[in-house]
Antibody, heavy 114, light 112 residues
């Protein structure tokens, strides 16, 4: 079945970077855009950006411009989201989603704490 | 950015009774291709969001037919014809007509 499996929870110090992976299975990875969405505890959903796996083209929400990088490794059907200069407000669950297929990853908890 | 406004904030429903959630967008979600890019999601506790309807009124695969999406332009509604216990969670509308994708603030549905 169509599935996105994300990497495990991360704890980072302020100023550090985090890289979350998202491995696709059950469909052709290059067929659908991958979006990244985050959710702080008890809060709503916030879109961060998208990537087209085939071309590597990306688009980022203005809020994250300069701090986020979305990449992929087609050979292992995996998308990545790297967020730098972390601050406490970045503590959240990060999701990847192939929205056209209705498929979301299970989420990755990123905690930023000194 | 397109602002998505959901009402109500929360809803307490008796099993078997209907429920309705409203979503209004700050701009029309009707694209020049004729499609309306409005989606409804349900996020159950501790889970990622799950797609209920897409492009305004199309029910996603496997979604029970008690869920229906309707509306046009800037005004949209998700209706649950007969609420069941498994329908609890937070419902979100989302637009993908233009970037950035934006979500409504969410409507929490509880069972009485």
């Amino acid at each position: 079945q169509v599935q996105l499996v994300q990497s495990g929870a991360e704890v980072k110090k302020p100023g550090a970077s985090v890289k979350v992976s998202c491995k696709a299975s059950g469909y052709t990875f290059t067929s659908y855009d991958v979006n990244w969405v985050r959710q702080a505890t008890g809060q709503g959903l916030e879109w961060m950006g998208w990537m087209t796996p085939n071309s590597g083209n990306t688009g980022y929400a203005q809020k994250f411009q300069g701090r986020v990088t979305m990449t992929r490794n087609i050979s292992i059907s995996t998308a990545y989201m790297e967020l730098s200069s972390l601050r406490s407000e970045d503590t959240a669950v990060y999701y990847c989603a192939a929205m056209t297929t209705g498929t979301w990853g299970q989420g990755t908890q990123v905690t930023v704490s000194s | 950015d397109i602002v998505m406004t959901q009402t109500p904030l929360s809803l307490s429903v008796t099993p078997g009774q209907p429920a309705s959630i409203s979503c209004k967008s700050s701009q029309s979600l009707l694209h020049s291709d004729g499609k309306t890019y409005l989606y409804w999601y349900l996020q159950k506790p501790g889970q990622p969001p799950q797609l209920l309807t897409y492009e305004d009124s199309n029910r996603f695969s496997g979604v029970p037919d008690r869920f229906s999406g309707s509306g046009s332009g800037t005004d949209f509604t998700l209706k649950i014809s007969r609420v069941e216990a498994e329908d609890v969670g937070v419902y979100y509308c989302m637009q993908s007509k233009q970037l950035p994708l934006t979500f409504g603030g969410g409507t929490k549905v509880e069972i009485k």
